[in-house]
């Protein structure tokens, strides 16, 4: 599975972007996504993931209610919308697949076997 990752860019603070994770490849729909971030100097951290039916999402609590994972298989992409933008959500963006996720798993990067290429995403105060 190849993953390709769009839709960053600079926006103010209180603004909203949408990221787009389109994936290549077969059986994209028997993946879950997961949503990470890198901010400069930092550690990887987990934003959002979505189960492979678009039914269990999961969220980290630095986005919860701003942030908004979806599905749509049939067009084998990943939509990640944010609102009410922070600086501190300021970061390369990376999209992510693995084979299921639990409550327990969505949130450990290291058992995502795919990753997109990150879209920079940076807001201004």
């Known amino acids: 599975v190849q993953l390709q990752a769009s839709g960053g860019g600079l926006v103010q603070a209180g603004g909203s972007l949408r990221l787009s994770c389109v994936a290549s490849?077969?059986?994209?729909?028997?993946?879950?996504v997961g949503w990470f971030r890198q901010a400069p100097g930092k550690e990887r951290d987990f934003v959002a993931a979505v189960g492979w039916k678009n039914i269990n999402s999961y969220y980290a609590e630095s986005v919860k209610g701003r942030y908004s994972i979806a599905r749509d298989n049939a067009k084998n992409t990943v939509w990640l919308q944010m609102n009410s933008l922070k600086p501190e959500d300021t970061a390369i963006y990376y999209c992510?697949?693995?084979?299921?996720?639990?409550?327990?798993?969505?949130?450990?990067?290291?058992?995502?076997?795919?990753w997109g290429q990150g879209t920079e995403v940076t807001v201004s105060s």
């Open positions: 490849g077969r059986a994209f729909s028997t993946y879950a």
């Open positions: 992510a697949v693995r084979g299921r996720i639990t409550t327990a798993t969505a949130r450990d990067d290291k058992g995502y076997d795919y």
